[in-house]
């Protein structure tokens, strides 16, 4: 069998860390503090609650220190969206910032803020409760964990693809200034400018503080053909100042604070011929391209408000109570031109406020010598005002909705691991989950040329319900030692993610309610093993996931409201996957990475009309499951050149791959397969103060649209057709500067 050179890559890399895991000769350590080096260090991670090093957590996670972020020039979390096994961390793009984010296999495809995602992202211990506006800023982190799999043993809910842990970085125990400035551009449009900064370090023997900021102004990296400006631009203000107090050895309290504010134009919407084969009109473009042609340029403000607050009480000398509060408050708007084409055809505007307050109490120790313990209380509320306005044919036409949305979850939660000997120890958990929710709903097409706005309360709502879920969460599971340096583990574990209501309803059917819809759950029984060796690691994974309920958000395009989006249960599912993930070092100054995953996603039995041809049979039961690639994976090469007493050299490429996959339920919509290559070029100083470097991303130009959304051929009496697809920017080249003093 002949392989393309990039998938050939990928075999060898992961070839020769399989081979390096085999017994080496002992040899001396060389030092790693180079930027290859980085890739070697240990992670600590807290995917069980409490820090331990990556490579003792019984857990499918890929895990990124400080140094790997800073090497990698990582700006937020889609710039790692296809270089993790079996996991596509997209932005939606309706509007930017919008998670849409998918592991293995289980993932979801809307921007509307009622929908719970599949995959839950937590910083610092707090859970964002909304997609909206958590993918913008990455510096000053300490490290980004990825955990694959359900997660609902210790994370709760919407964990049932895995969880995204982000935790940002304390002051140290010296004074620390840091300065960095990077600038880059490869499309038609501007240049991209960004200044960040930290200081940070002891105030007294009991305090210490840190103050962090980042700006970004971007002129757009696209040009709409319609206008000949460009566009995409954005503007990015972040301050996030942190305070430690530790009044005993005993006691820490960390108290921190994050204010953003971000401004920029709507999406770059393209439209091409669509999966039923109709062409975009009046204008097609070439998928293949970065062409779109716009007269709504539209934009979009997010303001967030985010303060939460840490105590670690060490109560005995294994034993520690934890406390993680946290608030944060959402304000956001945006104007999109949905129908991609320069005549007023499909316009939208959004408005959504969100305020959520949770907070975490749970204990982690020893009993005895043999059991470790954790158990713990959570508390979460959320309060979500949205309101959306289609305006359409130019405006002879208008639709106006929303809701008002409340969410309230409490659970306890336990983890036991018990070491039956020093070779094998076993593992069980429980969660129980209670959550309620209401929703008053102002359905589209119930305020058509009637205007109204949810935010100002002008709103008549025609769907007013609550509903309660409660859930019970188990994992059993077992791990053995095979050595110092290889470890197996085995579990079952459930997650599910939770039950709700559309706030943004299109649909007019009786058999199409806002909702509720039922919870979904996932039944994941996964093997893996972990290996560390002499100039390495290799870690993988073989897991199988049962699914029920599963949710889908259904689009389908409509002659009069444009678009129509349900929210069903609409088919139970199995996926079978493998996943391998290593790094080695082939020299002291040579570094390789890679990863390959692959899954295998399909229906079971299906319970709604997928396809929308009327009835539901083989053909629903054919179709590929959306969000769930087959084959992911990707090698990377680093390598360190001193020079002489000034410092060293680091060279780095890295290649990825993603299989395409289905975006829509019917198959029609999908986002193409990609293939990334990124490289860099760093110098370094001995001393620790200055990195100087160049960097490329996605070399290959390869183009990527956050979905693809279908647009009905005839919208009222106007032709359309082609689709909704904003566009990801293509390739970057920079220049980056650090200064550490």
Same mark, same amino acid.
């Given at each position: 069998m002949s392989f393309p050179k990039p998938r050939a890559l990928a075999v060898l890399a992961m070839s020769a860390l399989m081979a390096a895991a085999l017994p080496a000769m002992a040899q001396d350590e060389p030092d790693r503090s180079g930027g290859a080096g980085a890739f070697l260090e240990e992670i600590l991670v807290t995917a069980r609650k409490r820090q331990e090093s990556m490579q003792d957590a019984p857990l499918s996670v890929s895990a990124l220190g400080s140094e790997q972020i800073n090497v990698l020039q990582i700006r937020d979390l889609t710039n790692l969206a296809t270089a993790l096994p079996n996991v596509s961390l997209d932005d939606v793009g309706t509007t930017r910032g919008v998670a849409n984010f998918s592991i293995r296999g289980l993932g979801i495809t809307a921007s509307i803020p009622s929908i719970d995602p599949t995959v839950g992202v937590f910083v610092d211990g707090v859970y964002m409760g909304l997609n909206n506006g958590i993918l913008f800023d990455m510096f000053d982190l300490e490290s980004i964990e990825v955990l694959r799999g359900p997660q609902g043993i210790l994370f709760g809910r919407n964990v049932t693809g895995g969880a995204i842990l982000l935790n940002t970085k304390k002051p140290g125990d010296e004074l620390e200034v840091k300065l960095r400035a990077a600038a880059d551009a490869g499309g038609e449009g501007?240049?991209?400018?960004?200044?960040?900064?930290? +200081?940070?370090?002891?105030?007294?023997?009991?305090? &210490?503080?840190?103050?962090?900021?980042?700006?970004? $102004?971007?002129?757009?990296?696209?040009?709409?053909?319609?206008?000949?400006?460009?566009?995409?631009? +954005?503007?990015?203000?972040?301050?996030?100042p942190v305070i430690v107090w530790t009044p005993t050895e005993n006691l820490e309290i960390t108290a921190r604070y994050e204010y953003s504010d971000i401004e920029g134009d709507g999406p770059s919407s393209q439209s091409h011929t669509n999966g039923s084969g109709v062409d975009g009109s009046p204008v097609n473009n070439n998928p293949d391209s970065f062409d779109f042609s716009?007269? $709504? $340029?539209?934009?979009?403000?997010?303001?967030?408000?985010?303060?939460?607050?840490?105590?670690?009480?060490?109560?005995?000398e294994t034993g520690t109570i934890t406390n993680i509060f946290g608030w944060r408050d959402y304000a956001g708007t945006a104007l999109s031109d949905i129908d991609a084409?320069?005549?007023?055809?499909?316009?939208?505007?959004?408005?959504?406020?969100?305020?959520?307050?949770?907070?975490?109490?749970?204990?982690?120790?020893?009993?005895?010598?043999?059991?470790?313990?954790?158990?713990?209380?959570?508390?979460?509320? /959320?309060? +979500?005002?949205y309101a959306e306005s289609r305006f359409l044919l130019g405006g002879q036409l208008t639709q106006d909705g929303g809701g008002l949305y409340g969410v309230e979850t409490k &659970?306890?939660? &336990?983890? +036991?691991?018990?070491?039956?000997?020093?070779?094998l120890t076993l593992t069980a958990g429980l969660r129980y989950t209670n959550e309620s929710k209401d929703a008053q709903i102002a359905s589209l097409p119930f305020n058509t040329n009637d205007p109204c706005n949810v935010l100002e309360g002008t709103c008549q709502y025609d769907f007013v319900d609550s509903e309660t879920w409660t859930n019970v969460s188990p994992k059993i599971g077992a791990t053995m030692s095979i050595s110092d340096d290889t470890m197996v583990y085995a579990h079952w574990t459930r997650g599910f993610r939770s039950g709700g209501y559309n706030l943004r309803n299109t649909s007019v059917l009786p058999s199409n309610p806002p909702g509720p819809f039922d919870e979904e759950t996932v039944d994941n029984f996964e093997i893996g093993w972990k290996n560390n060796f002499e100039r390495g690691r290799l870690n993988g994974a073989v897991f199988f996931n049962k699914v029920q309920d599963l949710q889908a958000d259904i689009n389908f395009p409509d002659p009069v409201s444009g678009v129509v989006q349900v929210i069903k249960n609409t088919a139970d599912a199995e996926i079978f996957g493998v996943e391998l993930d290593g790094v080695y070092s082939l020299t002291d100054n040579f570094v390789v990475t890679g990863s390959v995953g692959a899954i295998d996603a399909q229906y079971t039995e299906v319970l709604y009309d997928l396809n929308g041809d009327g009835v539901i049979d083989e053909a629903d039961l054919a179709l590929?499951?959306?969000? &769930?690639?087959?084959?992911?994976?990707?090698?990377?090469? /680093?390598?360190?050149v001193e020079l002489g007493s000034w410092g060293y050299m680091t060279a780095r490429a890295s290649f990825a791959h993603r299989d395409r996959t289905a975006w829509t339920e019917d198959n029609r919509g999908y986002v193409p397969e990609q293939d990334i290559v990124d490289a860099g070029l760093s110098f370094s100083s001995n001393d620790g103060r200055w990195v100087f470097a160049l960097y490329g991303k996605n070399l290959t130009n390869e183009v990527k649209w956050g979905g693809d959304t279908q647009l009905p051929t005839m919208l009222g009496p106007a032709p359309l057709g082609g689709t909704f697809s904003p566009l990801a920017r293509g390739r970057m080249i920079g220049v980056e500067v650090t200064l550490t003093l």
């Open positions: 501007g240049m991209s400018r960004y200044l960040m900064g930290s +200081i940070g370090g002891p105030v007294s023997d009991t305090f &210490a503080a840190k103050l962090t900021a980042f700006y970004n $102004e971007d002129d757009g990296w696209f040009k709409n053909q319609f206008t000949g400006q460009d566009h995409g631009a +954005i503007t990015q203000y972040i301050v996030r716009i007269d $709504e $340029e539209g934009f979009q403000t997010n303001e967030t408000n985010f303060f939460w607050v840490e105590i670690d009480w060490r109560v005995s084409q320069p005549v007023p055809y499909f316009h939208g505007s959004f408005g959504s406020n969100a305020e959520q307050i949770s907070n975490e109490l749970r204990y982690n120790g020893m009993i005895g010598s043999r059991t470790n313990l954790t158990v713990g209380l959570y508390y979460f509320e /959320n309060d +979500i005002e &659970a306890a939660f &336990a983890a +036991i691991d018990y070491d039956v000997s020093d070779l590929d499951m959306k969000r &769930a690639p087959k084959l992911t994976y990707s090698a990377g090469v /680093n390598w360190d």
